[in-house]
């Protein structure tokens, strides 16, 4: 049973990620207003990298930064 410790995601803290981050693209689930998805994705991948965020938390980030309009979806 250690072995599947190892593949276990580590809990992430990103509250001060979200709290530095202020900027972050928004996406609103509205086509006319919102960036192409795979640049908004771009955009949320690059400020991941730069905040150190670990890639099993990219979603999350995602989550975040999405109106309630495109969350409901």
Same mark, same amino acid.
């Given at each position: 049973?250690?072995?599947?410790n190892?593949f276990?995601?580590?809990p992430?803290?990103?509250?001060?990620?979200?709290?530095? $981050?202020?900027?972050?693209p928004i996406?609103?689930?509205?086509?006319?207003?919102?960036?192409?998805?795979?640049? $908004?994705?771009?955009?949320?991948?690059?400020?991941c990298?730069?905040?150190?965020?670990p890639?099993?938390? $990219?979603?999350?980030?995602?989550?975040h930064?999405m109106?309630?309009?495109?969350r409901?979806?």
């Amino acid at each position: 049973m250690p072995m599947l410790n190892a593949f276990k995601i580590k809990p992430y803290d990103l509250e001060p990620v979200f709290a530095e $981050w202020t900027d972050g693209p928004i996406f609103t689930g509205n086509p006319k207003k919102d960036l192409p998805v795979r640049e $908004w994705l771009e955009q949320i991948k690059t400020g991941c990298v730069e905040r150190k965020v670990p890639e099993e938390c $990219w979603y999350k980030v995602a989550q975040h930064f999405m109106g309630p309009d495109a969350r409901a979806r």
